[in-house]
T-cell receptor
Framework: DGGITQSPKYLFRKEGQNVTLSCEQN?????MYWYRQDPGQGLRLIYY???????QKGDIAEGYSVSREKKESFPLTVTSAQKNPTAFYLC????????????????FGPGTRLTVT | KQEVTQIPAALSVPEGENLVLNCSFT??????LQWFRQDPGKGLTSLLL?????REQTSGRLNASLDKSSGRSTLYIAASQPGDSATYLC????????????????FGKGTKLTVNP
């Protein structure tokens, strides 16, 4: 089955601890993204990567870090510097395309719900 | 800065009714627009993608339209069923590409649809 997997589905951590969320895709997509979703708010972009070994900050990157060592994997670390880490985290991927006809349609994983107490 | 608005925030209809969900945006220079479905506690499922050169897309009982001049998109659901109950999200990407080519999506906050048997 082609798709995006995120693990774990639920994650509980104590305040002050760093935690890493996993995202893997087998769609052969170049671009990968991390979003955060809070109740009553739209999805907000944390980080994105268009190619291996390169990534850019999104709208709310403070307190987060990422790596992109392999095309298939884009792990997100929530550090102790993130003031409100409890949220639902979604990973997505898309092709970057070589032509003006590329759609850049984004496909999403099932999400990880992180609770920090 | 692009802003995406979805009204109403919640909608409840009886089974079998045809319905329309609305999405409005402030900047008409878009590259594409995606409609997603999200079930509680789950990731996003892509329903339809409309590229900027297109006016509508259809998939089964779903039809999405795009009017860039008025800054609006609608998602039409025919003969609604209880299984259609979910939150529907509209997201769009700008026409100006980020470095390297992939697009960042801007999301609305969604419309929560309940279809009553």
């Amino acid at each position: 089955d082609g798709g995006i997997t995120q693990s774990p589905k639920y994650l509980f951590r104590k305040e002050g601890q760093n935690v890493t969320l996993s995202c893997e895709q087998n769609l052969n997509h170049d671009a990968m993204y991390w979003y955060r979703q809070d109740p009553g708010q739209g999805l907000r972009l944390i980080y994105y990567s268009q190619i291996v070994n390169d990534f850019q900050k999104g709208d709310i990157a403070e307190g987060y870090s990422v790596s992109r060592e392999k095309k298939e994997s884009f792990p997100l670390t929530v550090t102790s510097a993130q003031k409100n880490p409890t949220a639902f985290y979604l990973c997505a991927s898309s092709s970057t395309g070589d032509s003006a006809l590329s759609s850049y349609e984004q496909y999403f994983g099932p999400g990880t719900r992180l609770t920090v107490t | 800065k692009q802003e995406v608005t979805q009204i109403p925030a919640a909608l409840s209809v009886p089974e079998g009714e045809n319905l329309v969900l609305n999405c409005s945006f402030t900047d008409s220079a878009i590259y594409n627009l995606q409609w997603f479905r999200q079930d509680p506690g789950k990731g996003l499922t892509s329903l339809l993608l409309i590229q900027s050169s297109q006016r509508e897309q259809t998939s089964g009982r779903l039809n999405a339209s795009l009017d860039k001049s008025s800054g609006r998109s609608t998602l039409y659901i025919a003969a609604s069923q209880p299984g259609d109950s979910a939150t529907y999200l509209c997201a769009l990407s700008g026409a100006r590409k980020t470095q390297g080519g992939s697009e960042k999506l801007v999301f609305g906050k969604g419309t929560k649809l309940t279809v009553n048997p």
